[in-house]
């Protein structure tokens, strides 16, 4: 499959700590299984991404290589066409690894059994099972097990997510005698993410924040993912504000607020419809005009599903 030139990447808009996980260590497995194989991202890596990873050795390049080879992509942590890298031919992608929803028939049609888009909590989860699949878990760095294990538990909320598959928790497990994370690493982890979310709110949401389309008209959905929530609710909900992302001018905002440590979101919407459907969904109460506290944990991605299933 892999005869030519790999490159590995992710969408172009940014790279989160799945996306960098994947992308590493598909790569490391790639060659060592033969291939020759580079990890391509070009955009920002978003706020998932903690001071301490930017410190690592990590292998991932911010341009596509300059030679003349023929190149042939592998896709990781998305499978939306429209939001591949600029460089990226259709006809050229092997391979697809995904846990998002929505384009699982075209990917199946195209690459058949290398299409890996399933219903679990991180794509990272799907890395390390291909690692097992060639009996290559081993030979895994240590850099590249300390990606995959942070990967799976952020994209899980530490396993509280519903989206948490009994696979995530194996790996976990599995990926973690590799690794060598400092004591109480999950702390250090997020304490570093709010640190960066309180010196640089805006930019910091505005770098995991997608473009959405409901009812025939484009929102901005933004996430950010926090221990503890309560102090940014109020600074984000006056973030809400015409904006031209994407080269579209957005008015309409969604914005969830993941509180770990409650087992909650705050979900913040100018949009009155946007706000009613997304009460509905939830189950949520609302505690303003433009915010819901919702009983349990919901990630964007399970808000994504959701409001297209509203729209049938």
Known sequence: M?????????????????VLACA?????????????????????WNQTICKTIHTWPIDVHSKLPSDKHHYQYVLVDFSD?????????????VEVFDHHYGHESYWQEKLSSNAHIEAIGACATL???????????????????????TAIFANTLDFKSDVTHSR?????????????????????????IETSFRNDLEKKL??????I??????FSFGQLELWNATPLVEKCSSLMTPRTIEGNTIHDWVINLVSIEEGKCYVLSNSP?????LQTITEGKTLSNNTIHTPRLWLRKEFIRSIRSLKK
């Open 273 to 277: 419809d946007l706000h009613l459907s």
């Open 2 to 18: 892999h005869k030519n030139k790999t490159i590995v990447c992710g969408g172009r808009a940014y790279a989160d700590i799945d």
């Open 127 to 149: 890395i390390w099972e291909q690692f097992k699949k060639h009996d290559m878990q081993q030979h895994i760095s240590t850099v590249n097990a300390n990606l995959l294990y």
């Open 206 to 211: 505005l770098q995991d924040t997608k473009t």
């Open 24 to 44: 590493s260590a598909y790569v490391q497995l790639l060659n060592l299984l033969g291939h020759d194989a580079s990890a391509v991202i070009t955009g920002p």
């Open 81 to 93: 066409p429209d939001y591949r890298e600029h460089f990226v031919s259709l006809s050229e992608v």
């Open 168 to 192: 995530d928790l194996k790996a976990s497990d599995e990926i973690m005698p590799f690794t060598d994370l400092p004591n109480h690493w999950k702390e250090t982890y997020y304490e570093e």
């Open 213 to 218: 389309t409901f009812l025939d008209k484009p």
